[in-house]
């Protein structure tokens, strides 16, 4: 059983500025984009929102639970019908989870077996960009091998594509570059790759199944704001059992791309037109129309002469009911293939010009240098805490960095 679990807060206002990317560098690199292009400007949160579960709305789910608030409550109503419109079944609460107590009771209230997958989306800006089937197809292998390792739990990543396809080894550029999770590939075939890890990576980007997710939530210490997996204890604890699935294609990517990779992942956008399902479409050709998406594989990036890089295989399955015009340029090269596509590979791999000795060697740096200066300060802590000190400590640093008038 595959269960859609969405629970979260809508923010009023557009995008992400000062939210998720809150460094002035990551704003900047965003606004590179979204401030330039017509295509991708920035949007009301709320249809951000609203383009995500709509690209959810064509996957197979046995069950469908939305949780949300507003920021705006005068949005709730129209919401809640919009909701209602793409998911006719789906159980809809203008009520979301903001402690772990919460996420324990709706998780319970779903009713079904701890062994159903869960699609945990604390999150609400990562837009479904596969085809459909392709999660269902993933969540069946998560179950083959969840009856293979029963003394562990399983999670399937579902975005953070590119960052999963490099940092599985020591040869990869991003090997222990976040938390200082240092993956061991246990198995892989040409579907997936699955680890273990030296911490557990609970990013709220996952499918988990049921029962895990209620003793996450049931036995955490944290009796304040929970508002996702990475709120609580067991986000990159190493006393961990899980065993993580990376599908070898992207499901999901976040709206607003990774501020350290956007310029070879490019962030997402809601074509005009789309939520009255007059997309149009321009495939092949060198500018861009105002009103009209441009689609040129050829180009290396997105510019003012083209606003998306894939083939026509890779459109978002979700926008075709809402397309009315779509032009094709009779010319244009047929048969290419992904590998010989800069946008593909930038996509599978931004940092592949360096060699694998530069790799190993800025491996060995995090593996020995920084690992070992994060054990030394642990320990410190550690110290400061029995003896009585860390608090005081904390509060003389609390009052150093606030500001006097």
Known sequence: M????????????????????KAESMINSLAKVRDVYHTYRWQKKIDVVKYTLASYSKIKWDRVVIRF?????????????????????????????????QYFKALS?????????????????HPYISRPDNLNRFVS?????????????????FSH????????????????????????????????????????????????????????????KNTGRVIRLEDTEFHFSSDHSVIQIFPKIELCRHYDSYAHIMDSVPPLFIPDGFFHKDVKLR???????????SINPLKKSISADVDLLNTLDDIPSFWKDRISEFDINPSFPKDLKRNDLTYYNNIQNPWRCRSKYYNIARSCYIFIIL???AKIRQFIRMILIKIGLFKYLKLIKQNYNTPTN
Do not use: H
């Open 161 to 220: 594509f590119t960052e999963s396809m490099n940092d599985n080894r020591m040869t990869d550029p991003q090997w222990g570059y976040f938390g200082l999770r240092f993956k061991k590939t246990i198995y892989e075939d040409v579907d997936i790759i699955i680890s273990k890890s030296n911490i557990a990576a609970l990013d709220s980007c996952q499918v988990f199944q049921l029962g895990y997710l209620k003793k996450i939530f049931s036995s955490t």
């Open 69 to 101: 608030e507003c920021e705006d409550q005068s949005q709730a109503s129209s919401f809640s019908f919009y909701c209602r419109e793409l998911f006719p079944m789906a159980d809809i609460l203008n009520q979301r989870s903001a402690t772990a107590v």
């Open 371 to 373: 690992q070992g200066w």
């Open 141 to 157: 292998i998560a179950d083959k091998i969840s009856k293979k390792y029963p003394e562990n739990d399983v999670g399937l990543t």
């Open 2 to 21: 595959l269960i859609l679990f969405f629970d979260t807060y809508i923010i009023s206002g557009c995008g992400d500025k000062g939210g998720f990317y």
């Open 109 to 125: 209230s779903i009713n079904e077996s701890d062994e159903s997958w869960i699609f945990f989306s604390p999150n609400n800006d």
């Open 283 to 293: 495939f092949g050709y060198d500018n861009v129309i105002m009103g009209w998406v």
